[in-house]
């Protein structure tokens, strides 16, 4: 069966600071592999996603950058955080089946 | 642009009480439809994918339905254990999917 993770659960970072957030997924191939944010009573914002490796599709134009350096890995970056940047962090896969499959997700603050 | 909108933000229920979450949904071409349960502070969870009008799905006490312009998920008697927020998405032509903002369910035992 297929598993996915994500690190940290939770993260308290000072603005301007750096960050990096990875997921990965066990038990699939070449997976798609998505980024959201959630912010507090709002839907699920897509920043990213990915087809395959190297392969990176921008949503949103914001302080943050994905990669994805391996099959079943997906890295979210920023070189400096904003107060904004606040939320929690969902990473998805999804196959030919098309459902979409969400990780336990990283909460992160920026002081 | 696909739109989804989900009603009612919120819904408390009595232990038993049947219910429905309506989600309305506008898309070029809808590729599938998707329901998903998420507890505070956890990723969301799959439920359900529809595809075409007409088709049902179900699991437990829930049933998801769809039409060309809307898709309903009956709860039938709820437990406690039932109370989560139900979020919907549509895919479209491309690989994205846009979700509605949930709807927050609560059954009162």
């Known amino acids: 069966s297929q598993t996915i993770h994500q690190w940290p659960a939770t993260l308290v970072q000072p603005v301007g600071s750096p960050l990096s957030l990875e997921c990965t997924v066990e038990g699939t191939s070449n997976p798609n592999l998505y980024w959201y944010r959630q912010a507090a009573g709002r839907g699920l914002q897509l920043l990213f996603y990915s087809v395959g490796i190297g392969q990176i599709s921008s949503e949103v134009p914001q302080n943050l950058s994905a990669s994805r350096p391996q099959d079943r890995q ?38 | ?92 032509a491309g690989e994205k999917l846009t979700f509605g903002t949930g709807t927050r369910l609560t059954i009162i035992p």
């Open chain 2, 1 to 92: 642009e696909d739109q989804v909108t989900q009603s009612p933000e919120a819904l408390r229920l009595q232990e038993g009480e049947s219910s429905s979450l309506n989600c309305s949904y506008t898309v070029s071409g809808l590729r599938g439809l998707f329901w998903y349960r998420q507890d505070p502070g956890k990723g969301p969870e799959f439920l359900f994918t529809l595809y075409s009008a007409g088709e049902e799905k179900e699991k437990e006490r829930l049933k998801a339905t769809l039409t060309k312009k809307e898709s309903f998920l009956h709860i039938t008697a709820p437990k406690p254990e039932d109370s989560a927020t139900y979020l919907c998405a549509v895919q479209g």
């Open chain 1, 74 to 111: 997906f890295i979210l970056s920023s070189k400096k955080l904003l107060l904004s940047d606040s939320g929690f962090y969902l990473c998805a896969w999804s196959s030919a089946a098309r459902a979409q499959y969400f990780g336990p997700g990283t909460r992160l603050t920026v002081l």
